[in-house]
Nanobody, 123 residues
Framework: QVQLEESGGGLVQPGASLRLSCAAS????????MGWFRRAPGKEREVVAA????????YYKDSVKGRFSISRDNAKNTVYLQMNNLKPDDTAVYYC????????????????WGQGTQVTVSS
């Protein structure tokens, strides 16, 4: 079983950047498709970005295209989410998750979840 731990969240102003990291332990991440989700106050958890095992496929929620970038370093057992030009609507708890599928974009496709890291975008 893989354990996931997110880091890198914080309070930033609109237009700022953050890089979230998701470190895995217990198993190698190269066996899993990975995703970043977020849950804003009063809303359902939604997929933000996803990446296949070999990084040949990525997916982004429409509202983050061109601003967010997902990447992975299988040698470091870590997945990243680079977030640029952050907006107040990006405020949420961000979670990373692991899937047995290479093309997973649904919550139900993911078996392992981190505890989340808070991102707050406010002036």
């Amino acid at each position: 079983q893989v354990q996931l731990e997110e880091s890198g969240g914080g309070l930033v102003q609109p237009g700022a950047s953050l890089r979230l990291s998701c470190a895995a332990s217990g198993e190698t991440l190269r066996s899993y498709g990975m995703g970043w989700f977020r849950r804003a106050p009063g809303k359902e958890r939604e997929v933000v970005a996803a990446i296949s095992r070999s990084s040949t496929w990525t997916y982004y929620k429409d509202s983050v295209k061109g601003r967010f970038s997902i990447s992975r370093d299988n040698a470091k057992n870590t997945v990243y989410l680079q977030m640029n030009n952050l907006k107040p609507d990006d405020t949420a708890v961000y979670y990373c998750a692991a899937s047995n599928s290479d093309y997973a974009i649904r919550r139900g496709d993911y078996m392992y979840w981190g505890q989340g890291t808070q991102v707050t975008v406010s002036s």
